[in-house]
């Protein structure tokens, strides 16, 4: 068969049904997040999800089979979120070169930027004091997308920010931010912490390691957690 042979498809068609198809899995994570907010997320149904979401509830099922997906893609578009506005701000000094006055300006602003979004979401804090045991398996590094984002992030941060990703400086991260599940931190004492913890990580940071290199990290090793399978 010939090119010319090819079916032709509209022009658009595949781009406005991308279009709708992000549209309605945006309401619904919207709506994930109202509902858990108010009503916890062992209370949350399917059928509350599609009604407040605005959708119905053979398009939910379309997008998410189960609740626990829902809550999973909230969790992980949260997380890819925070990264992005965590990079960006750590990448504000990343031109001042060496430990000068002005270096580790955005990463502390990353952190403590970080650790405020932890302490003011909602629907976290809604599982945090009314279903906190829903809180134990975010508090365990796993192999998931959202685990897998978390670390990449971190990497990425620290290297924005003038630091080293070794293992041993993405595992002081990330102990840090997951105090702030059950443990929030209000807005000065964020400010303080990220600014120690700063200068924490910029200490002997000569040769930052790229995003991406920091396998151990990722993977658990050296870090006191077991090693991926």
């Not at 931190?185 to 924490?200: D, F, I, S």
Request: aromatic share 2%.
């Amino acid at each position: 068969m010939s090119s010319s042979d090819a079916p032709v498809r509209a022009a658009g068609l595949r781009t406005r049904s991308g279009n709708a198809m992000q549209r309605t899995r945006a309401a619904i994570l919207d709506a994930a997040a109202s509902c858990v907010e108010h009503d916890g997320v062992r209370r949350t149904t399917m059928g509350e999800l599609a009604r407040t979401g605005g959708v119905a509830k053979a398009t939910l099922y379309n997008h998410f089979r189960t609740k626990e997906a829902v809550v999973s893609a909230l969790l992980e578009a949260r997380v890819e979120a925070l990264v992005v506005q965590c990079r960006a701000l750590a990448g504000q000094d990343s031109h001042v070169p060496g430990p000068s006055a002005g270096a580790g300006t955005g990463l502390a602003a990353a952190l403590e930027h970080a650790a405020e979004a932890l302490a003011a979401s909602r629907p976290l804090r809604r599982v945090a004091e009314q279903e906190p045991a829903l809180l134990a398996p975010l508090a365990v590094p796993g192999d998931g997308r959202a685990w897998a984002a978390v670390r990449e992030g971190v990497e990425a941060v620290l290297v924005g920010g003038g630091a080293q990703a070794d293992p041993a400086r993405v595992e002081l991260v990330l102990r840090w931010l997951l105090s702030g599940l059950l443990w929030p931190l209000p807005g000065p004492a964020a400010r303080v912490q990220a600014e120690a913890l700063t200068a924490a990580l910029l200490a002997g940071a000569s040769s930052p390691t790229p995003p991406g290199r920091a396998s151990d990290a990722r993977s658990g090793r050296g870090l006191g957690w077991p090693a991926s399978t």
